[in-house]
């Protein structure tokens, strides 16, 4: 109706009031009427006739004697209160406030009784071989306690097991077992629970707890045989046009899967060699990036390659232990070497040409010791184009003494 207003005759408010003071609460009207509660609440606002708690602000909802004994009759049957508060307009409170007035309200936990009648027809017809939450169902009831409690009292109650199925019952769940069809989805064809399907199974000697419903013995060899040469478990689902759990359970209880966060796992197209290469290139300085660069891949590749391998990662910064400073090649100190690491800075760097030097001597150099590199490239830092000087040296050249003991030096090209 959208935001159309509802326009109501004046016979038609009248029959509203008059509903109302009978005890009818605006729901149930408007279902008459076929409008929600609201245009009822503001006919019988504007009329001055209702009120929001009538049961609890001022006099009480009147209820009349037909109404009353009709609700406790019905209770007494068997009728929830729900219902007969549903069915006769009534508010659930009012219905309970009538049933405690007559002394028959048992609260929430009052437990569903059936009549004599009702109990006679339970027996006869699970007798037939109809199942307890079928008749219960039919009567109109939402579990089956009641019908149950009724059978028990009549000593004829049995729990079903497999002897409660016929011989040609037994033959279908054995054939349809046989043709791969799963315990429990026989079970659901039957009506009961897995463990009556399970002992007609076990009583025959078919039955199998890790049984794989879907797959023939043929077809799980090469399930296997696939994974163990590296196919994914998603890729082997897709061929087999069953979900990635099944396969992964399959394996499992075959005790040949291997977590995908595991080295053998990750990185399928590459063998364990090339993997520990990576592993020990890494180790050795080389960045992650170049290691791709090298196996043709990308970095991430590399990455998981390294985390399945357990590496420890170098930090952000890191660039393979080697920088250059002032035209100089510096490294990163050995902690566990003593020259290196009474030669280190601060940072945890040494210069590549003191240490290889020092470690020639087998010992650290000195503040005064200088090195010297023969041919002028600071990047060669081979032992045989260093030399050991005392003090500043110049680029390209030597300090000689022309008169022994005189300070009259000059600059002379270096000795070959």
Known sequence: MGN?????????EADMVRRYGSGEMPPAIGR???CS???????LKRRGAYSPKPWTAGPKRTVSDEQAASIVNRYASGEDANAISKSCGFSDDVVRRVLREHGVYQGRSRLKALTAAQEQEVADRYERGESARAIALSLGLRTSGAVERALKARGSHQPRTFESFTTDQEADIVARYLARESAESIRRSYGCSRQPIVTVLKRHGIYQPKRFQGFTPEERDEIV????????PAQIARD????????DRMLQRLGVWISPKRLERVGARYTMDQKREMVSRYDSGDSIYRIAKAFRTQPQMIWSILKAAEVTFRDKAWRG???EAGGYIAV?????????????TVTGYVLEHRIVMARSLGRPLTRQETVHHINGDKRDNRLENLQLRNG???KGARFACQDCGSHNVTAVPLAP
């Open 332 to 344: 990163t100190a050995d902690k566990a070497d003593p020259i290196a690491a009474a030669m280190a």
């Open 4 to 12: 159309q207003r509802l326009e109501f005759a004046e016979d038609q």
């Open 37 to 43: 509660s609201g245009p009822i609440i503001k006919v």
């Open 225 to 232: 045989a696939r994974y163990q040469e590296g196919a994914k």
């Open 321 to 323: 232990g080697r920088v």
């Open 392 to 394: 500043h040296h110049g």
């Open 240 to 247: 087999f046009q069953c979900s990635q759990c099944t396969i």
């Open 32 to 34: 008459v009427y076929g």
